[in-house]
C-alpha cells in the first residue's frame, strides 16, 4: 500500500500543535499548583462533544485539571448563566469555556458576556475583544491565535506581509485581523459583499479564509507562492466511499497546493492549533490570576 507523506509545503498543524503542548506541559511543571480549566457543553450536539472530549483529554495529558459541566439541550438560559456563574465563584478554576454552538433559543453572547473576563479562556467576552482592538494584553481567541502561530511557522517575521481575512466572524474572521494587524501585516477583511473576491485574494501574501463554504477558494484566487491557513472545517460527501462523508476546508486544497508556497491542509492544519492555544491561555490565565510569572516557554506566539 502506498504510504501518503505530506508534501512539501504543507504546514503541519498536528505537529507545530504537539510541540505547543509540549510546551504548555513544561510550563503547567514550573508552576506552584496545577491550572484548571472547565468546559460546559450543553446539549448533545455530536462535534462538540468530540471537540470537548479532545479538550479535556489533552488538558489533563499537560498535567492540568479539568471540570465538566454538562448541561440537556433543553437547559434553560437561567440554568446556564447559573452554571456559569458559579464557576466564576469557584476560586479553584483559573478558564472556563462554554462550548458553541448552544442549542437553539439560547442566546449564546450573553452567556459567553457571564464568563469572568480573567476566566474567558476562548477570548470571546467583549473586555477580552476591547482589549484586542486596544492593543492591551489579554487572552486572545484560540482559532485566530493559532493561524498567526502556524502563519509564523511558515514565514518567520510577518511585518509588512499583504493579509487578506476572508470572512468576518466574531470567533475567526475579525480577531484574526486584528492579530495579524499585531503582527504588522497590512490587513484587508474580504466577505460575502466584496467586490472581485478573486483579485482581493490574489494580493495575498498570507490568505486566511474562514468563511464555512467548502472548497470555495480555487487556486486561480491564490498568488504563487502565497501562504494559505485553511480555517474551514466542512463535512462533505466521500465521493470515494458513498456513503460517508469527508472534511474539507474552505480551499480546494488539490489545486491550491500546487501554487501555494505553504498552506495548511483539513483536516491537520487549524483544527488542532485551536485546543492547543486553549491550553496555552489556561496557564495564561492562571498566571495572571494567581500573581505567577508566566513562564517564558509560553509567553510569547
Ligand atoms: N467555545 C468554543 N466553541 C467552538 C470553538 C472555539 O474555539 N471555542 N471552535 C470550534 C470547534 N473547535 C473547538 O471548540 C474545534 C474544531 C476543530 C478541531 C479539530 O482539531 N479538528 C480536526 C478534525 C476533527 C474531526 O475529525 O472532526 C482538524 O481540523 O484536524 C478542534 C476544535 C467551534 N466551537
Known sequence: MAVQTPSSNQIDGKKIAEELRARVGSA?????????????????????????????????????????RRLPENASQDEVVATVRALNEDTEIDGILVQLPLPKGLDSDAVIEEIDPSKDVDGLTETSAGRLLL???????????????????????????????LGRSILVGKPAALLFLEQNCTVTIAHSRTKDLAAICREADILVPAVGRAEMVQSDWIKEGACVIDVGINRVPNPAKPGKTKLVGDVDFPSAEKVAGAITPVPG????????????????AACHRRGWETPDIIASL
Not at 484548571?36 to 470537548?52: E, F, I, K, M, R
Open 135 to 165: 492593543g492591551k494584553t489579554g487572552l486572545r481567541p484560540c482559532t485566530p491565535t493559532g493561524c498567526v502561530i502556524l502563519a509564523k511557522a511558515a514565514l518567520g517575521d510577518l511585518t509588512g506581509k499583504n493579509c487578506v481575512v
Open 269 to 284: 492544519g487549524v483544527g488542532p492549533m485551536t485546543i492547543a492555544c486553549l491550553l496555552r491561555n489556561t496557564v495564561l
Open 28 to 68: 503547567v511543571k514550573s508552576l506552584p499548583q496545577h491550572p484548571t480549566l472547565a468546559v460546559v457543553l450543553v446539549g448533545d450536539d455530536p462535534a462538540s462533544q468530540v471537540y470537548v472530549r479532545s479538550k479535556i483529554k489533552f488538558t489533563q495529558e499537560c498535567g492540568m485539571r479539568s471540570v465538566e
